[in-house]
């Protein structure tokens, strides 16, 4: 049975995927991280010897590379009492009737399943360390799709794994990619063959549920010459009044012609810290889009990028950021041209609210190869209260003579004109408020499909009640 | 080291008597010494420059220096002229008319002895000696500059222009400090031009601070054309009072590297302050400017205009920074930071910076970084206008807004010139 746990969790009527399940891990390392247990993670899962000497060499880098100098306040984050590995089965499943009742309530709770019934091609769902459960609909498996949780890509396709893991992220890149080197588990393995093209999204779904926990996803996807893949996560944790940690790595390698779309809806609970390192490269004429909400989390440090490393490659990242009191979003996008006629595109939306503080960081980088390359970069924020704050720090480096460089930026409060002429309609000042974000939001939510826009626009006007006094 | 230090101590003090100056800028220059051991260097975001020569190593003296050899200095009904040669001031008058409404215009060090409550209350109040061992330095080891001050109600028709040489037939630093105040309801216009002559490899530390009490006008144009053997370091403040009003104009155009702050402060309720730099950079010169506005009081507007355009195997860095502090309700902030990147060896920065703590605000900024757009080129060429003439008419436009808001023809004239022969330089081998 699953029970309320009252020494820690924290009743938030503003946050409905609040609330835990009493499930005990059938395997953790317990608090704290040692070299000892960085090998016991490893034996564990059965690993081959590299991938053990490159968890404890990232364990080395982890433990030089200093604290993030930029960005948010990290100091309340105690990462000796986190709890590193906890595996809750044995065994992943393929089939939801065989996921352990108490896990699949919590996937129920959280309406993955039937997302999946509806309109996915394939879903995977991470519970705390491990993935327990994955599928891929037979019409997608058949076109040579692979789509399976990392680990389990570790052992089953090893030259393809070891071909593409770690090489877009080293763990030297900084201490959270280090850290996620030395103790990943799980996330999702996607690779698309040449030429099939996926239209119908694949979604993994992470839950963080003890306290104290840390999930150390780690996905890689590889789409090949020619083919296409929409891809979509969803994150949420219980509030508890301490601290868990999401540091995640993704690597996104999109070959020649080929396209990926990475979607994030991020509504971790205000007790999480989420502290990502996201990285695509994108060769000749191929297309990398990010797509990204930040609406929940304690503190938010994330700036995807993609290196436009082939002629005609495109990038392009969409995303929004709602941070109310607490909350920290520092996010962003870094747009690195190596090729001639490269293009990005970085539209950011952010919204602060009741104390809370969103903050864009970017930096869009013309190299010399870059010649022809265009980069065009937008930052909206609103700024509803007098508690809150944004940042906006935008980098624009250029080394080369022929390229084009367009950013703009703008932060105000919301339009007293749009909200007298919306009230003068006979509109509440709390309707005419959610209409006007509504509409400021707009374009992001109308990139996502269909399902994911009606809940993000149900979740938005859900952390915009109450804020009109 | 002990020794060394103690030293210094003695020959600064030594100096200062020797300049007889009194004994509260003695005690700021021991300070500024005591605190150049402590601080460290200032850094700039994105560009290096911890390596250049900003600090000369050398005794403060006031040995004869070679201004006797500068030709004679014009009189001119329009503007009032000053001018410095290294340390030592070559001509200054004031007009009666101004002297009778109580406008001082002295070199720096007479201010400290003659005006000495103005001098203590507002030397080093804006910028201050304790920012950086750069900034301690500067108060140790000041050797030139000017005081202005524009009393209550007065308003100072001419332009007040100043030509500040540097002196680079010998090896001698130049720490210069230009501290102008408006006082309530004042307006006054100041135009700076920087100059070098010799070839010496020298530092220039220049300061600017401007205090515009409430309800003052002060524009200020500074025209920078220090030498390829000069390596400048500079701060321009404004403390900006109630509904006072500053603008600034600079075009930074030395030959050798440069690294520069310019701040505006807008410290009480509608103050405005509108910040314009133009920078061209050639050869291999590297140029880093932090342009810093920050909105603390209410209704307060700040706006930030900087253009760049580099040549050659230069690189320039624009660090536009718009701040609103909390509290600072209807405030507003606007910057554009462009810049025109013209050879394959070029790189440019243009980071537009927002830092908003308010809500009850408007803020944006823009910023763009491109070659000149081969439209304008063929529209003009189509018109018979050859390539070369067509790229530096384009990139005058480009540079209009601040070339238009300087005060006084000379000076924009002079600008112009210097452009002129930047660009033909710069561009001569495309």
């Known amino acids: ?469 | 080291m002990m020794t060394d230090e103690k030293q210094r101590r003695v020959q600064l003090a030594a100096a200062s008597r020797q300049n007889s100056e009194p004994d509260t800028l003695r005690q700021r220059r021991l300070r500024g010494l005591e605190l150049m051991g402590q601080l460290p260097r200032p850094r700039m975001q994105r560009f290096r420059f911890q390596d250049w020569p900003l600090i000369a190593d050398r005794p403060l003296n006031w040995c004869q220096s070679s201004a006797t050899n500068l030709a004679s200095t014009r009189l001119d009904e329009a503007v009032v002229r000053v001018t410095q040669l290294g340390r030592t001031t070559v001509s200054l008058s004031l007009p009666q008319p101004l002297r009778d409404q109580g406008v001082i215009l002295t070199d720096i060090f007479t201010a400290a002895r003659d005006h000495a409550d103005l001098f203590d209350k507002y030397f080093m109040s804006a910028i201050r000696a304790d920012e950086n061992k750069l900034t301690a330095y500067h108060q140790a080891y000041l050797n030139a500059g000017l005081f202005l001050y524009v009393p209550k109600n007065v308003v100072v028709e001419q332009p007040i222009m100043a030509e500040l040489i540097q002196d680079n037939t010998q090896d001698e630093p130049l720490v210069s400090h230009i501290l102008v105040v408006a006082d309530q309801g004042s307006r006054v216009k100041f135009i700076q031009h920087l100059t070098s002559i010799g070839d010496h490899t020298n530092p220039a530390n220049m300061m600017v601070e401007l205090i515009a009490r409430d309800g003052s006008e002060i524009d200020f144009s500074s025209l920078d054309e220090l030498g390829p053997t000069t390596h400048t370091y500079f701060k321009r403040r404004a403390d900006i009072g109630r509904d006072a009003h500053v603008e600034w104009a600079v075009g930074v155009m030395n030959a050798g590297d440069t690294v520069g702050d310019m701040d505006a402060e807008l410290l009480g309720t509608g103050g405005y302050a509108n910040s314009k730099v133009i920078a061209v950079t050639t050869g291999k010169q590297r140029v880093g400017i932090n342009n810093r506005v920050t909105n603390r009081g209410k209704h307060t507007t700040g706006l930030i205009n900087q253009r760049g355009v580099i040549l050659e195997q230069s690189e320039l860095i624009f660090n536009g920074i718009g701040q609103i502090i909390h509290g600072a309700h209807g405030a507003q902030a606007d910057q554009q930071n462009r810049v025109l990147i013209m050879s394959p060896q070029a790189r440019g920065d243009a980071n537009p910076i927002l830092l908003i703590d308010e809500n009850d605000v408007q803020a944006g900024h823009a910023a763009s970084v491109g070659p000149v757009d081969p439209q304008q080129i063929y529209y003009l060429m189509s018109r018979g206008i050859p390539r070369p003439q067509a790229q530096r008419m384009v990139i005058r436009g480009f540079l209009g807004a601040v070339l238009a808001a300087i005060p006084s023809q000379d000076v924009r004239d002079k600008m112009i010139d210097v452009l002129e022969r930047k660009l033909t330089d710069g561009l001569q081998y495309q």
Not at chain 1, 104 to 110: A, E, G, S
Not at chain 1, 151 to 177: H, I, R, S
Not at chain 1, 271 to 293: F, I, P, Q
């Open chain 1, 1 to 469: 049975m699953s029970k309320q746990t009252a020494s820690s969790t924290i009743d938030d009527e503003n946050y409905e995927y609040g609330f835990h399940d009493d499930v005990q891990p059938v395997y953790s390392t317990g608090r704290g991280l040692t070299e000892e247990i960085v090998r016991k993670i490893s034996a564990e899962k059965n690993e081959p010897r590299w991938m053990l000497d490159y968890r404890l060499k990232a364990y080395r880098t982890y433990r030089r590379l200093p604290m993030p100098k930029f960005g948010p306040d990290l100091s309340g984050l105690d990462l000796d009492n986190m709890l590193y590995y906890q595996k809750m089965t044995d065994k992943k499943f393929r089939d939801w009737k065989d996921v352990p009742a108490d896990l699949k309530r919590t996937f129920d709770r959280l309406g993955v399943p039937q997302a999946e019934r509806k309109y996915l091609a394939g879903t995977a769902a991470q519970y705390e360390s491990e993935v327990v459960y994955h599928n891929m609909k037979k019409e997608f498996a058949k076109l040579g799709i692979i789509f399976t949780d990392t680990d389990t890509a570790l052992k089953e396709y090893p030259d393809l794994f070891k071909k593409w893991f770690g090489k877009l992220v080293q763990p030297t890149d900084n201490k959270f990619a280090a850290l996620n080197a030395a103790v990943w588990s799980g996330g999702s393995f996607i690779y698309v063959p040449k030429g099939v093209k996926v239209k119908t999204p694949i979604q993994s779904y992470f839950r963080l549920n003890a306290e104290n926990t840390g999930q150390f996803e780690r996905t890689l996807i590889i789409v090949d010459e020619g083919a296409s893949v929409d891809y979509v996560e969803g994150c949420t944790a219980p509030n508890y009044s301490s601290d868990s940690l999401h540091a995640a790595v993704v690597e996104v390698n999109v070959a020649r012609d080929a396209y990926c779309r990475y979607t994030t809806i991020q509504n971790w609970s205000d007790n999480v810290y989420s502290l990502e390192t996201k990285r695509a490269a994108a060769v000749a004429h191929a297309t990398m889009e990010w797509v990204d909400g930040n609406l929940g989390s304690k503190v938010t440090m994330k700036y995807p990028s993609v290196y436009l490393n082939g002629e005609g490659a495109r990038g392009t990242m969409l995303s929004i950021a709602v941070a109310s009191n607490g909350i920290h979003q520092d996010s962003g996008a870094r747009m690195i041209h190596n090729a001639p006629d490269t293009s990005s595109s970085i539209v950011s939306k952010s919204i602060a609210r009741t104390g809370g503080s969103t903050d864009y960081r970017g930096t869009v980088r013309f190299g010399q190869h870059a010649d022809g390359s265009k980069g065009h970069v937008e930052c909206d924020t609103i700024i509803m209260d007098d508690q809150s704050s944004s940042d906006t720090i935008p980098y624009n480096e250029i080394d080369n003579a022929h390229v084009a460089m367009e950013h703009e930026a703008k932060v105000s409060k919301i339009s007293e004109e749009q909200l007298y002429y919306l009230m003068s309609r006979g509109i509440s000042a709390a309707k005419a408020t959610e209409m006007i974000i509504m509409g400021f939001v707009e374009p992001f939510t109308k990139q996502l499909p269909m399902e994911y826009a009606v809940e993000l626009n149900r979740l938005i006007s859900f952390e915009m009640e109450g804020s009109i006094g």
